[in-house]
């Protein structure tokens, strides 16, 4: 296997990770992202790609929604590449991130719960994170009956 390389995301990088979030949300399991709000929002993504080739093989974006609490958005690894530590580890990354900007909580929405207990988050009610609801759930298409998971992880405990 090709050695991966996991880093902060570039402008460049854009039009791949849209392409990924596409074949996801086609599926129903994941949010679309328009190509400008994913270039706007570059800063967010960490992604894991093949060190010589370049290729993407992962996403996930760190997106700060109050002064102590971050969202894990858009988290997805290639179907082929699935199962190698690949999620687990860009999620890592992601987690140092939170702990460098002395954030103290990270949830994430999702259907993926076993793998986000792994990593030591657990379920929470939805409610609990009001930022997140009144912030960018009204906007969303699914608000009314979204079926997405709340799962927490706080950072002075992990
Ligand atoms: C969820 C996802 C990102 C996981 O990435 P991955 O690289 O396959 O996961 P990893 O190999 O890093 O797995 C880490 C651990 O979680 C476990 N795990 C991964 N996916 C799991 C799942 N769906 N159910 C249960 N356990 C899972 C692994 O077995 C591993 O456990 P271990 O450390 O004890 O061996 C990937 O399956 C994916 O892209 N899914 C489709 C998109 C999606 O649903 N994204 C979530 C949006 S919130």
């Not at 296997?1 to 074949?23: C, F, G, S």
């Not at 790609?49 to 894990?72: F, P, Q, W």
């Not at 991130?97 to 657990?122: C, N, P």
């Amino acid at each position: 296997m090709e050695p991966i390389i996991y880093r902060r995301a570039r402008p460049t990088d854009a039009r791949a990770i849209v392409q990924l979030i596409n074949h996801y949300s086609a599926k129903g399991v994941m949010l679309p992202r328009p190509y400008a709000q994913v270039v706007e929002k570059i800063r967010d993504f960490v992604v894991a790609t093949e060190e010589r080739s370049g290729v993407l093989k992962g996403i996930v974006a760190l997106h700060v929604v109050g002064e102590d609490l971050a969202e894990i958005r858009s988290l997805a690894v290639e179907e082929a590449s699935q199962g190698k530590g690949f999620g687990r580890k860009m999620l890592e990354v992601c987690l140092k991130d939170a702990k460098e900007l002395q954030l103290q909580r990270v949830f994430a929405l999702t259907y993926q719960t076993d793998f986000f207990t792994k990593l030591g988050f657990s379920k929470v009610e939805k409610l609990t994170l009001p930022q997140k609801i009144w912030g960018d759930c009204v906007h969303c298409a699914k608000f009314s009956d979204c079926d997405e998971i709340a799962m927490l992880l706080n950072l002075d405990k992990s």
